[in-house]
């Protein structure tokens, strides 16, 4: 969870990119296609990524709740979701990957913090410390 440009994918490739299959919006272009992918990798119990921003609990519950009914654990990594720094990391981005500015501050408007609550079984903080390098802590509900 988090905005563009804050390293979700860099943070999939270093850490679950050999265990878990990857459910990725912008690769699979369709709801419909995301839908085939993660009921499949329900009905085989096979570990996957959600690897899209989904800013709001409205997003995420699209798939805590199947993954739940499924008996899975669900843990959830929030990126650090500094628009400044997003920004400057975005414009560094060619091709599709550079997302149009306010498509980035548009994401952020929406972003509602997440919680334990929403059916996350742990969750995390994680910050970019450089290019390639994360710092990720447990998540604190309380302010």
């Known amino acids: 969870m988090g905005i563009?440009?804050?390293?979700?994918s860099t943070f999939f490739r270093e850490r679950?990119?050999?265990t878990h299959v990857r459910i990725n919006l912008d690769m699979l272009k369709t709801r419909q296609r995301e839908l085939i992918l993660l009921n499949a990798c329900l009905?085989?119990?096979?570990?996957?990524?959600?690897?899209?921003?989904?800013?709001?609990r409205r997003d995420r519950s699209r798939y805590l709740a199947?993954?739940?009914a499924a008996g899975f654990r669900i843990t959830g990594y929030f990126f650090e979701s500094r628009i400044a720094e997003a920004l400057v990391r975005n414009e560094t981005r060619t091709g599709p990957e550079r997302i149009p500015p306010q498509g980035v501050r548009n994401t952020r408007n929406r972003l509602e913090?997440?919680?334990l609550a929403e059916g996350f079984d742990d969750l995390f903080f994680v910050r970019?410390?450089?290019?390639q390098s994360f710092e990720v802590t447990r998540w604190n509900?309380?302010?």
């Open 16 to 18: 679950f990119f050999r």
């Open 113 to 115: 913090m997440p919680s």
């Open 4 to 8: 563009q440009a804050t390293g979700k």
């Open 128 to 131: 970019l410390d450089a290019p």
């Open 43 to 56: 009905e085989m119990n096979q570990s996957f990524v959600v690897d899209n921003t989904n800013p709001s």
């Open 141 to 143: 509900d309380e302010i």
């Open 66 to 68: 199947p993954a739940r």
